[in-house]
């Protein structure tokens, strides 16, 4: 049984904490979360430019938002492929709290869209697709759905997903920063992100449709945004519109609180949320199940100085094995 809290007097969850909550009274529900030490492990570890890091780390807050919903064992995975600088983004949270993500760009072409001021989410993605996988394991079927990335931010992408490929009327917020924690010669930099996600889920259909997408033909007819005219809804967009960035990330306020001012006026109720961790899957067995299938040939390329050596893109980790190991194939 999954237990729940009124908020109204109430401690904080602290980072790296996803709080599930729902405002009944205008048939809401959703997601919040501020990340701190999780997220600056792993942008630390890979000493990513800071626009790249902004990037990741907006990604890495929508795969917690949307797989720390998933109610089996499983993985689920956001990725980004594109013809910008940061031609990949990929994150994916394994059930229960196991997170990890990496970034790939092209460090010259970085630079020169950084110094004609092309620094921009949209413009350092540039176009290509967004994908949004759920992996339920070797036995089950892969579901994934894909958005186009067409010089839109995180957050309108999400929206789209949720539109095109969920029906499901969505707002999401999304914020990234570098503070600087007190401590010796003055302290340090630590990166620190937080998300928002809600739902508009009523009982009737009716009250939750949504405008169709353009269809492609040259139909210029405004759509307008998307969203239900629903009242309930419209009010629950209008309370999203007055976060700020710093709330979504000070954690002196935390998830709770911001909730709270939020939604009192409405009743805000949160349920047992679920911790994140900086946790890869890789493995010395996986590594070497993946050597095993290479051929006689393959091992002797693979080989440098009497060695193997294969490291994980998302942890960094080494391992080396021996190339006699593979021997007798």
């Known amino acids: 049984m999954v237990s729940s809290t009124r908020l109204g007097e109430f401690g904080f969850a602290g980072d790296d904490h996803v709080v599930p909550f729902a405002v009944e009274a205008l048939d809401v529900r959703g997601r919040a979360v501020q990340v701190g030490p999780m997220i600056d492990q792993i942008l630390a570890r890979h000493n990513y430019p800071e626009p790249v890091a902004r990037l990741l780390a907006e990604v890495i807050v929508l795969t917690v938002l949307l797989g720390s919903s998933l109610k089996f064992s499983g993985k689920f995975i956001v990725q980004t492929r594109s013809d910008g600088p940061v031609d990949m983004l990929v994150a994916d949270l394994t059930t229960p709290s196991a997170v990890r993500a990496y970034a790939r760009f092209e460090e010259e072409r970085l630079w ?23 992996d339920q394991g070797p036995y089950m079927q892969r579901y994934q759905g894909i958005v186009e990335l067409n010089g839109s931010t995180l957050e309108e992408v999400a929206r789209t997903y949720f539109r095109q490929s969920e029906q499901i009327p969505t707002e999401v917020r999304l914020g990234v920063a570098r503070i600087v924690v007190p401590g010796e010669n003055g302290g340090a930099e630590r990166w620190r992100a937080g998300g928002l996600l809600i739902q508009f889920l009523p009982e009737s259909a009716e009250r939750s449709r949504m405008a169709d997408l353009p269809g492609g033909d040259g139909d210029e007819q405004d759509a307008g945004n998307g969203h239900p005219q629903d009242n309930a809804w419209q009010e629950a967009l209008a309370l999203m519109a007055t976060v700020e960035t710093d709330e979504l990330l000070d954690p002196t306020v935390g998830a709770e609180r911001l909730l709270y001012r939020l939604f009192h006026e409405h009743g805000v109720r949160v349920y047992e949320g679920t911790d994140v961790m900086d946790q890869c899957s890789c493995s010395r067995e996986k590594i070497r199940a993946i050597l095993d299938g ?34 007798g194939r």
């Open 294 to 327: 290479f051929t006689a040939e393959e091992i002797e390329e693979s080989t440098e100085n009497g060695v193997i050596r294969a490291s994980c893109q998302f942890c960094s980790k080494e391992y080396v094995f021996d190339p006699a190991e593979f021997d």
């Open 112 to 134: 020169e869209a950084v110094a004609r001021g092309e620094d921009s989410p949209e413009a350092l993605l540039g176009k290509g697709v967004l994908a949004l996988t759920i």
